[in-house]
Nanobody, 119 residues
Framework: QVQLVESGGGLVQPGGSLQLSCAVS????????MSWYRQVPGKERELVAA????????NYADSVKGRFAISRDNDKNTVYLQMNSLKPEDTAVYFC????????????WGQGTQVTVFS
């Protein structure tokens, strides 16, 4: 059974930090491109950050560049999202996603974790 379980969400004030984790089981984690998406009610889910299967390359949405950092530990089957200098507009449900590389024939999503940035 494939499981992607996010954790680390919560309430934080503007300027604060949170680290999200996504623990993955049931797949060969090191073969998967991992990414973080976020979604607010009434809007489409948007890509926040992604990291290659080997961890050798990353990419970020312009809105989070310089503030967020994605990383992975292939020994722990976990992907992380370090979020710094949080803004109210970062408020969303954050999801992790795994895509089998390079074919993309397997796609898995976590259940999401809420991040709320408030004054």
């Amino acid at each position: 059974q494939v499981q992607l379980v996010e954790s680390g969400g919560g309430l934080v004030q503007p300027g604060g930090s949170l680290q999200l984790s996504c623990a993955v089981s049931g797949i060969s984690f090191s073969l998967y491109v991992m990414s973080w998406y976020r979604q607010v009610p009434g809007k489409e889910r948007e890509l926040v950050a992604a990291i290659a299967a080997t961890g050798g390359s990353t990419n970020y949405a312009d809105s989070v560049k310089g503030r967020f950092a994605i990383s992975r530990d292939n020994d722990k089957n976990t992907v992380y999202l370090q979020m710094n200098s949080l803004k109210p507009e970062d408020t969303a449900v954050y999801f992790c996603k795994g895509v089998l590389s390079p074919a993309g024939s397997r796609v898995y999503w976590g259940q999401g974790t809420q991040v709320t940035v408030f004054s």
